[in-house]
């Protein structure tokens, strides 16, 4: 399986910021240290290019990204201090969705150990979330003529607003989203399939509305490509979560989700999405398990 990585652009943040930017090069030494990913199976990717990032996002937005021209109000609603390393390190995150959407459509299957950013709209970004990978990838791919109709699965505990909003009224792309329903972003946005957990959900309720849900697919078989957010944050000792999943109800949970693709013959690019857990090894654990998932659910 062919994985991405941008951990080597990773900005670092002032000290006590409360996103866990260290994960990603956790999670890539802990994935190579345990096998599930090979060193001749990792790739660095390249940066999205202007033209692919304006695929979604306004000229505007991403000049005063690259810039450094934002609002200091824009920048707050992000919720990271800008550097050029953050541009680099969004840019680079951007192309490893692409790399992995390319790569899943000749695999089968491919990963990115960062990506799943689907709070950042068109004008604006927000959550931790500066331009919206799986939204560019998608159209990318469409542009180049690889997919056509694309479906995105959204498991990240956070409703995946931009990504609705980029897609609404779309007929070639399904976005299905499972998220707490109490927790941010507090105005939702349309989704085509939309599944609310109230906090406090754990294995058993949240697995049963995951498959009732999955069934709800449109022509599954038709997809020519699905983009799976495996976010870790639905975890029971996630400080963002506000649901209770063990880390044994996720790993179901990914194994639910990659065998739906399978079964169908829809090719998957896995994204990490978020995680914000006490510790964070228990954020590498559960981002880990889903490489694992992944990797075995492949031709």
């Known amino acids: 399986m062919r994985v991405y990585c941008s951990d080597a652009f990773d900005p ?39 033209a692919e990032l304006q695929q979604v996002h306004d000229a505007q937005y991403v000049d005063g990204v690259l810039t450094g021209t934002l609002e200091p109000a824009s920048m707050r609603r992000i919720g990271f201090p800008w550097s050029s390393a953050l541009v680099e390190r969004s840019r680079r995150s951007v192309g490893a969705t692409i790399m992995a959407g390319r790569a899943a459509l000749e695999d089968g299957v491919a990963a990115t150990l960062s990506g799943g950013t689907h709070h950042a709209f068109p004008d604006r970004g927000e959550g931790f979330c500066v331009f919206n990978d799986v939204a560019v990838a998608t159209r990318v791919l ?47 946005e349309p989704v085509d399939i939309g599944i609310a957990v109230a906090d406090g959900t754990g294995d058993d309720l949240y697995l049963a509305e995951l498959t009732k849900g999955l069934d709800r697919i449109p022509r599954p078989g038709d997809f020519d490509i699905a983009f799976y957010l495996g976010g870790a944050d639905p975890f029971a000792g996630d400080r963002l979560g506000r649901l209770a999943l063990s880390k044994a109800g996720l790993a179901e949970r990914d194994r639910l989700i990659m065998a739906f693709c399978r079964e169908h013959g829809v090719p998957v690019a896995v994204t990490m999405a978020g995680g914000y857990a006490t510790d964070i090894d228990d954020t590498v654990e559960i981002h880990v398990t889903l490489l694992a998932v992944a990797a075995s659910a492949g031709p």
Do not use: C, W
């Open 12 to 50: 670092s943040l002032p000290e006590g910021h409360r996103f866990p930017m260290e994960k990603y090069r956790l999670l890539r030494e802990r994935a190579l240290a345990v096998g599930v990913v090979a060193d001749a199976d990792l790739a660095v990717p390249s940066a999205a290019t202007v």
């Open 142 to 188: 469409r542009a180049e003529g690889l997919a056509r109709r694309v479906l995105v699965l959204d498991a990240d505990v956070h409703q995946g607003n931009g990504t609705a909003f980029v897609f609404r009224g779309d007929p070639d792309v399904v976005t299905f989203d499972i998220y707490g329903a109490g927790n941010y972003p507090f105005t939702k």
